[in-house]
């Protein structure tokens, strides 16, 4: 795994550990050479992740779209960073560049992009993991979700199996590398 795609918030958060988290993600992306691939802003656990990599010397690209340029405070910093016309040509870029793709917690624009790419491994457009990472029990809900919609008839029980979830960014890192 070369290159890490992470979707997250554009916010904090209410609880601190979510910044740790994402900031402590980078400084491991950094240490194990595995650049990041995120959104491009600087502001919420989007600019912690990003500051996590950058102050430990790894590499850090950006794609962001032309409309979110000051909405969400494109960040100076970048080893590289991708101005794209819109959201469709940010996650296709993101998921073209990428390894690997994580959610850390986020709003309703962290699940859809997750979602996407996590439905793109199901129906074979890619072969690349996708894992959660359930800081403070954030994604719990979520993954209660999935069941229900197993035990619903409406997912197979191999798709969620297929999730790497996992509540420490070290593990996480470690099981995405394993991946096969």
Not at 7 to 15: A, P
Not at 92 to 121: C, H, I, K, N, R
């Amino acid at each position: 795994m070369k290159r890490l795609a992470v979707f997250c918030g554009s916010r904090d958060g209410n609880n601190k550990l979510y910044k740790k988290d994402s900031k402590e993600l980078g400084r491991l992306l950094a240490e194990q050479n595995i650049e990041l691939v995120y959104g491009g802003a600087m502001v919420g656990l989007m600019g912690s992740v990003a500051e996590g990599v950058l102050e430990n010397g790894g590499n850090v690209i950006g794609v962001i779209p032309e409309k979110l340029k000051t909405v969400e405070i494109m960040h100076p910093g970048l080893t590289k960073l991708h101005v794209v016309n819109t959201m469709h040509e940010r996650k296709a870029m993101m998921a073209e560049l990428s390894d690997a793709f994580v959610a850390l917690p986020g709003g309703a624009g962290t699940l859809e992009e997750w979602f996407e790419v996590f439905t793109w491994a199901q129906i074979g457009y890619h072969w690349k993991p996708c894992a959660l990472l359930n800081t403070n029990g954030y994604y719990t809900p979520l993954i209660d979700l999935f069941d229900h919609m197993i035990s619903e008839g409406f997912a197979d029980p191999h798709y969620k199996d297929g999730i790497i979830i996992d509540d420490r960014p070290k593990l996480l890192i470690e099981q995405l590398k394993q991946y096969k």
